[in-house]
């Protein structure tokens, strides 16, 4: 069927003519045309036939070059040679004449055998006319059908009864055959009860074995209400042999039992105690109470699946506990023929933990709407299935924690008269957290006349003009009125051309609110702020992280599109709009643990039939439930689920953060909710907005002029995605303008005729808030970025290495400057990128929002690099490089970004290259501001001042020194992760922590785990306490686990406690480059390698450190710190080179101290031959620094081996120590 409705089952079937068409044109045009057609068409169908086969059936394939091969294959493997095919036929009609339906079986699974076997048949080559099906199928039915079978032979001609009609007849007598049976066995094994009194009286019960299986005393339980406890010690219990229902929606007050007077519901589930023959009470859980049944049933399922072996024989029923196998109890039968059991309820273990109140079960799964308006809904009947709500006083946390607001304004007197004829709508975001869908806007459309809402979800503001084209044509193709008037705020994603040409060619009038005046668009204000706080709600509920929002927004809307509103008397907005009342007896707690049935085609014969989710909504396409599974982040929807409405997903392997939607919603001035949201204080009735309100709870009242002033910051700090987006606002406009002026200034390109044998690279804009220390706003920056990734290495570039400024040197530049009570100052060299000359012929297209007029066809030749090219760091490097050098500096060999100017015998200024930012310093101040005014004469430049913020480091220069923090990054980082409430610990990481790649754990998100540990390594910048704890959790970025990340989170802690710490350099007398060095040995559980560890200080200022594990394994602790005693010495050199370049000469040998006396004799003596024999050649360079006078090693104790801290977790008292040794404390006063 696939290939014919692809057109392909004549090339699979027949194959096609394979011939060589000659470049020369000697076939026809049209045979040509024809043979590639048939070439592309088979090659088509092999496709679809290799991607349909299993796995173990491909390789069969591999051998076929078209389809036909391949088909003949497969013809092969399943049906084999034509011997095959007849012992398989033989097979497939001995298997059709011995055919019998059974009794218990149903004519419709029966009729499915027969037709397997018959379409088998079929395609072996067969033929089997319908008459011999018809007449098969009517002898092998069971005798119960003998007098139907009769009846249809009688009156029917076989010859020309078709197997369906023959199917429905059958059907239609199985059905009263089957209420035939029903009514019987109700009749002969029901109970009978006259009176609840006469009930009361007695003792015993009755025991029922149902032999039909459809009774539901102890169906699916319903967990809606628990807890209540109960004692029936008047009241007999009978063993009653019953199955579950099948049904999965049982709500509170629907019936889960049988008795005479109709349906009953469960109250209540809990504990009950049996008393045995010996007198010792033994426990029946699971048990449902059931108020208005007439007698106790005990389910003997339920006994069997306790554990419980049940027999009746000789007049006894007889119940004993497998697991010890211990008699229970022995009931004797009595006269009326059943078995009576004492039996009594445990008070004191009833499930009190389930207790739930109805009402306030409702109130959850109407997304915590308020109660008075749920006994609205009740009372004047405005749903259907919604049961009594009684007012209580209960606290629901989830209310507390979303929602909080303010009086309103006066409301609007005027209203629509019909659907469509006025439509509020109004966009909220963006959301700080992007949905599963990445979205972070919503935007929502209110009808006034009905109050019915729509929600879209938008990547962008952009897309509100599309988004309202598809509203529109929905709205009017459902009510059958046309929208007439619109009313929304001023955004731009409102008020474009675009939009508002639209409005005009449809006839739509326009409302626009007044700046800063949203209560003008009250309706959709308040109905945003109403959703967001029922979301809040549902997310504070059940603790869902906020991926979640955009789920919980659509639950909202679908929930308050069934709730009451006072702007529609009586009514739903559902029913005002659909003229006819919602069921709500579907609905079910948002964000509790679901169970979907796994449909049997995509699970094997033994695998589970179920999965686990968390319930997220409401389909609109289909009657079913939108489930979420958050550990593949896939959306389910299904109608088969079980729910478990007090469970929440068990987050303990994830690390939640507090659902905080939006940083500043553009409506954010929204307030009061038309609904009667208590207990909350609110503004209750009213339908007028409030003047201000963020989504967020706020305990401190903020003014008006605060509400707008912040929510412009807000707005103004948010970065455009798109030029679209850019354009409409000012403060992007004019960034774009300047950088524009700044490449015309430059002279980067020039306009030039299109070239024809060239590529035109396209460019692209982006938009950057850069901010200050303290988190103000520094400037918004529009960056014209080439779309360098077209281009081809070697074509269009050659070099593209920039180097940079390693840490190290700027913590080694600013431990100077406090030893020699320099100022460190700071420039940015502003669009660097767009002074860099390029060597390579490059041309790229007009900017977006730039392009001469008249002159469109035209391209840009590169002079200049812009950013986004490949050579663009390497020709800025070059350029700048070149400048300095022209201007007596001097470029350091060992550190190619550090220069170094001197003027006269001891003046000298010191300058570091980071890309586009310039740190520098100098002994004399003169030197500075000259260097200053010459950088500022010969490039565009920012005057940063004196150095306090640089890649996220915070600096602070005193008399007393200098301080190097990252403590807003570390709070950042804490707030990121949820962990700014956490308790601190003293240390890192545990003593004796050995963490391993097989630990058994589960394992925890790969990409949660390296982001949290990738940002815990740029901290070490300034905090080498950490160093080693994140140095060994970094180790299992590939395949982390709960185990491994329990670790990191006790470096956060350990942050949490310590966020505000750096390094403090200070002016000494001496600052001689020192260093210590250590190993731990075999300390990698896995692979058994070990642990180097050396920290370097200039004077007392640290300025280097590493804790890194080491290459080879190491056979013992002499060999480990003789190996990590080589890596540091190898640092040394390079600092000592450093040093050197910056006129701080190390005129004497380095000391590195090492506790290890083995090591410091092998650095010195040869002799050692049988123990450094195998030690990899380049571990032996220290010896040549030793013999070369460059490094001395020196043994220190343990107690003072400062570099023990990058090898080791160490107890707190020895850590703190050592951790004042690296001069990490808080922040200079």
């Not at 305990?699 to 455009?720: G, K, N, Q, V």
């Not at 090693?1193 to 020895?1214: H, M, N, S, W, Y």
Request: aromatic share 10%.
């Amino acid at each position: 069927t696939l290939f014919i409705s692809q057109d392909l089952w004549d090339i699979v079937e027949d194959g096609y003519e394979e011939q060589e068409i000659s470049k020369a044109g000697k076939e026809t045009q049209e045979k040509q045309q024809t043979y590639k057609e048939n070439k592309k068409k088979d090659a088509k169908a092999l496709f679809l036939i290799q991607q349909g086969v299993s796995k173990n059936l491909f390789p069969r394939l591999l051998p076929a070059t078209t389809s036909k091969q391949a088909w003949e294959i497969l013809k092969i493997e399943f049906k084999g040679s034509e011997k095959v095919i007849s012992i398989k036929l033989q097979s497939l009609w001995r298997e059709f004449d011995n055919l019998l339906m059974k009794d218990t079986e149903s004519i419709q699974v029966f009729f499915t055998k027969v037709s397997g076997i018959v379409n088998q048949i079929k395609c072996y080559g067969d033929t089997i006319p319908d008459k011999k099906i018809v007449e098969k199928t009517l002898r092998s039915l069971p005798p119960k059908y003998d007098h139907v079978a009769a009846a249809i032979e009688e009156s029917k001609d076989l010859s020309t009864l078709s197997l369906h009609e023959l199917i429905g007849s059958l059907e239609a007598h199985e059905k009263r055959i089957n209420r035939s049976t029903e009514q019987s066995v109700e009749q002969a094994f029901q109970s009978k009860v006259n009176s609840k009194e006469k009930e009361d009286k007695q003792k015993g019960g009755q025991f029922q074995k149902s032999q039909n299986g459809r009774n539901k005393n102890f169906g699916r339980r319903n967990y809606n209400k628990g807890g209540n406890s109960f004692n029936n010690q008047q009241q007999g219990s009978s063993l009653n042999h019953q199955e579950g229902s099948n049904s999965s929606n049982n709500q509170q007050g629907s019936s889960n039992s049988n008795n005479q007077n109709g349906r009953s519901s469960i109250q209540c589930y809990g504990i009950i105690s049996v008393q045995t023959k010996g007198g010792i009470p033994k426990l029946v859980y699971d048990v449902l109470y059931v108020p208005n049944l007439a007698q106790n049933l005990l389910s003997v399922g339920q006994l069997l699946q306790r554990g419980f072996l049940v027999k009746f024989e000789d007049d006894y029923c007889v119940i004993s506990d497998k697991k010890n196998n211990t008699l229970v109890a022995k009931i004797k039968m009595t006269a009326n023929k059943v078995f009576p059991l004492l039996m009594t309820s445990k008070e004191n273990l009833a499930l009190e933990a389930e207790k739930v109140d109805g009402s306030l079960l409702w109130h959850l799964r109407y997304g915590h709407l308020n109660q008075r308006s749920l006994q609205l809904l009740h009372q004047k009947s405005m749903v259907v299935g919604l049961p009594s709500i009684h007012s209580e006083k209960e606290i629901c946390e989830g209310c507390i924690f979303g929602k909080f607001h303010r009086l309103p304004f006066s409301q609007s007197s005027w209203r629509a008269k019909a659907p469509l004829e006025l439509v509020h709508a109004d966009i909220c975001g963006p959301t700080r957290t992007p949905s599963f869908n990445n979205k972070r806007y919503f935007i929502l459309f209110v009808d006034d006349f009905s109050r019915m809402m729509w929600v879209y979800f938008l990547e962008q503001k952009s897309e509100a003009f599309s988004v309202f084209k598809q509203f529109k044509a929905f709205g009017e193709n459902q009510s059958g009125h046309n929208l007439k008037v619109l009313r929304t705020d001023r955004g731009g994603e409102f008020t474009s051309n675009e939009f508002s040409e639209y409005c005009k060619s449809n006839g739509i009038k326009r409302e626009l609110t007044a700046r800063y005046t949203p209560q003008q668009n009250g309706v959709a204000e308040r109905r945003n702020r109403t959703i967001v706080e029922m979301a809040r709600s549902m997310l504070k509920a059940k603790s869902l992280p906020n991926t979640f929002w955009a789920e919980a927004i659509h639950t909202a809307v679908f929930i308050l599109n069934r709730s009451p509103t006072k702007a529609v008397k009586d009514k739903t907005p559902f029913e005002a709009w659909h003229r006819f009342k919602p069921k709500v007896d579907f609905f079910k707690i948002f964000g509790c643990t679901a169970y979907a049935h796994i449909p049997s085609q995509k699970r094997e014969k033994f695998d589970e039939k179920g999965e686990k989710y968390i319930f997220v909504g409401y389909s609109d396409q289909s009657k079913a439930y939108r489930l979420i599974d958050p550990r593949t982040k896939s959306l389910v929807i299904s109608r088969d689920v079980i729910f478990d409405e007090l469970k929440a997903w068990k987050w303990e392997n994830y690390d939640i953060e507090v659902p905080r939607f939006f940083e500043e919603p553009d409506s954010s001035h929204s307030e009061e909710t038309q609904f009667l949201q208590s207990p909350i204080p609110s503004a209750g009735t009213a339908d007028p907005s409030s003047p201000d309100s963020t989504p967020r709870l706020n305990a401190r009242t903020r003014s008006l002029a605060d509400i707008y002033e912040s929510c412009d910051l807000a707005l103004s700090a948010l970065e455009p995605q798109k030029f679209e987006e850019a354009v409409k606002e000012n403060i992007w406009q004019d960034a774009m303008d300047e950088e524009i002026r700044v490449i015309k200034k430059n002279r980067t390109w020039e306009l030039v005729d299109r070239p024809k044998s060239k590529d035109i690279i396209g460019l692209k804009w982006v938009y950057k808030t850069k901010f200050n220390e303290d988190g103000s706003i520094q400037k918004h920056k529009a960056r014209l970025v080439a779309k360098g990734y077209s281009q081809q290495p070697g074509i269009d570039f050659n070099e593209t290495f920039a180097p940079v400024v390693r840490m190290e040197t700027i913590r080694t530049v600013l431990a100077l400057a406090a030893q020699l009570k320099t100022k460190v100052y700071q420039l940015d060299v502003k669009s660097a990128f767009l002074n860099g000359e390029l060597e390579e012929e490059v041309y790229v297209e007009q900017p977006q929002g730039y392009v001469e007029k008249g002159r469109e066809d035209k391209v840009y030749r590169l002079r200049k690099a812009l950013y986004g090219l490949k050579q663009a760091p390497r020709a800025w490097n070059n350029k700048i490089d070149h400048y300095f050098q022209q201007n007596g500096f001097t470029r350091s060999l060992s550190e190619p970004s550090l220069y170094l100017k001197k003027e006269g015998t001891h003046d000298f200024l010191i300058l570091c290259l980071y890309v586009d930012d310039l740190i520098y310093t100098s002994t004399n101040p003169r030197m500075a501001e000259v260097f200053k005014k010459n950088m500022m004469k010969e490039y565009e430049m920012t005057d940063l001042g004196t150095m306090r913020y640089f890649l996220g480091i915070q600096v602070q220069q005193s008399d007393e020194g200098i301080f190097i923090s990252q403590g807003k990054y570390a709070e950042n980082l804490l707030k990121k992760f949820n962990m700014l409430k956490s308790k601190p610990m003293d240390t890192p990481m545990a003593i004796n922590l050995k963490l391993t790649s097989n630990d058994g754990a589960p394992k925890f998100d790969a990409s949660i785990y390296k982001s949290v540990v990738g940002s815990l390594i740029y901290l070490t910048n300034t905090r080498p306490d950490i160093v080693h704890a994140v140095s060994v959790v970094s180790r299992f970025m590939s395949d982390p686990s709960n185990h491994h990340f329990a670790a990191v989170k006790r470096i956060l802690r350990y942050i949490q406690g310590t966020k505000g710490y750096g390094i403090r350099y200070t002016q000494e007398k001496k600052a001689h480059l020192v260093g210590y060095t250590d190993s731990d040995w075999a300390g990698a559980i896995d692979d058994r390698k070990s642990t180097s560890g050396h920290v370097f200080f200039l004077g007392s200022k640290v300025i280097s450190w590493s804790s890194k594990k080491q290459s080879t394994v190491a056979l013992s602790t002499t060999e480990a710190e003789y190996i990590s005693a080589t890596s540091a010495a190898c640092e040394a050199v390079w600092i000592r080179r450093i040093l050197a370049d910056l006129r701080q000469e190390q005129n004497t040998p380095t000391k590195l101290y090492c506790d290890n006396m083995s090591t410091i004799a092998m650095t010195k003596n040869p002799v050692f031959h049988s123990r450094s024999k195998h030690i990899e050649l380049r571990h032996h360079f220290i010896r040549k620094l030793v013999e070369d006078g460059e490094i001395e090693l020196k043994f220190c104790g343990t107690d003072e081996q400062i570099a023990d801290v990058f090898t080791k977790a160490l107890p707190r008292e020895k850590f703190y120590y050592f951790r004042e040794r690296l001069n990490v404390a808080g922040q200079m006063h």
